[in-house]
């Protein structure tokens, strides 16, 4: 079994590395922010809730997204069994002290974090571009710059966090998707 957070800023290529990741390892991807776009395009409580929040650019709460992740864990475990990639969880230290315990209590842990490093003007180019191909309603200038913000106090500081339990792997996420792929393989590969 092995369990990966793949974890960068808004943009940084979480979601493109996961598709070619889950295939090369055989893993489950959970991306939190697909869960929650799900929720929201079906209309659920959970999306009305969640569509306040990332409209807004701000991280929902950490209690409501615990239980979140805790459901998709236990809801495919035939899926998770191989191995998962948490994609854009966790996103504070109590979200990540949440995976910890979630993790021991179901006998494992996370055994690597890749972070991928991107120049943030790369960063607002890709989601721009993005929005106009796809839409997603949080790929809009103003709310880009408040999810990079929130990034920046927020999230960043998990970094140092699995940098002290020895897991994080930085990656240079700002050349080629193929480029980026196989050094995140090869930094896997010395380390499983
Ligand atoms: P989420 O969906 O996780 O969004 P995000 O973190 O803002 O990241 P993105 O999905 O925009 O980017 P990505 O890193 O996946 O990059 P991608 O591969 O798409 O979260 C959305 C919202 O949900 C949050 O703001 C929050 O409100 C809420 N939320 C989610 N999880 C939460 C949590 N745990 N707690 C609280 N709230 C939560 O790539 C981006 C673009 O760039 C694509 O178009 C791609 O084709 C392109 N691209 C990728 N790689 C490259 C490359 N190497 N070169 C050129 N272009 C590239
Ligand atoms: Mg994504």
Redesign the pocket.
């Known amino acids: 079994m092995f369990n990966l957070v793949i974890f960068g800023a808004p943009g940084s290529g ?2 493109t590395q996961s598709e070619r990741l889950i295939e090369k390892y055989n893993l489950h991807h959970i ?1 939190t ?2 869960v929650l776009r799900d929720h929201i395009s079906r209309g659920t409580e959970l999306g009305k809730i969640a569509d306040l929040y990332i409209s807004k650019g701000q991280l929902i709460p950490d209690e409501l997204m615990v239980k979140v992740l805790a459901h998709e864990l236990d809801n495919n475990p035939e899926k998770t069994a191989n191995g998962v990639i948490f ?2 969880f966790p996103r504070t230290i109590p979200q990540a002290k949440a995976l910890k315990e979630m993790l021991a209590e179901r006998g494992t842990k996370v055994h690597a974090v890749v972070g991928l490093e991107v120049p943030e003007e790369h960063l607002v180019d890709r989601m721009l571009k993005r929005g106009q191909v796809e839409g997603r309603a949080d790929d809009n200038l103003e709310t880009i710059k408040k999810r990079l913000d929130v990034y920046h106090n927020q999230t960043s500081p998990l970094k140092e966090y699995y940098l002290e339990e020895g897991k994080y792997h930085a990656i240079d996420g700002g050349s080629t998707v193929e480029t980026v792929f196989d050094n995140i393989v090869k930094s896997l590969d010395s380390i499983r």
């Open positions: 979480k979601g991306s922010g697909e994609d854009g």
